[in-house]
């Protein structure tokens, strides 16, 4: 079966970190980019990081650049998104997707992709 799986949410305080996962199953993650979206409660989905091959930066949106890292493990088929001094308007769901024509314009609300996780929730607060 084919599957995004997002792990690693969970409640923290203004300041703390967390690192989420995004695992892939039944494909190889290894021809794909693949990007993290949040959505807090009524806003918009918002694009927050995209991690393309070796050959290109990654890309971050500009409220987390400095703080968050993404980065992606091949042997473990998984993507991390490393999210440092944490604010309370980080707080969202999480998900991760493969944008369908990797990190260029993923951002877009006309970006195409293959595959979602469920989202794991981020909460930071006092």
């Known amino acids: 079966q084919v599957r995004l799986t997002e792990s690693g949410g969970g409640l923290v305080q203004p300041g703390e970190s967390l690192r989420l996962s995004c695992a892939a199953s039944g494909f190889s993650l290894d021809y794909y980019a693949i990007a993290w979206f949040r959505q807090a409660p009524g806003k918009e989905r918002e694009a927050v990081s995209c991690?393309?091959?070796?050959?290109?930066?990654?890309d971050y949106t500009d409220s987390v650049r400095g703080r968050f890292t993404i980065s992606r493990d091949y042997a473990k088929n998984t993507v991390y998104l490393q999210m440092n001094s944490l604010k309370p308007e980080d707080t969202a769901v999480y998900y991760c997707?493969?944008?369908?024509?990797?990190?260029?314009?993923?951002?877009?609300?006309?970006?195409?992709?293959?595959?979602w996780g469920q989202g794991t929730q981020v909460t930071v607060s006092s």
């Open positions: 991690i393309g091959g070796s050959d290109r930066e990654p």
């Open positions: 997707a493969t944008p369908t024509f990797g990190c260029t314009n993923y951002y877009t609300r006309n970006a195409r992709f293959d595959h």
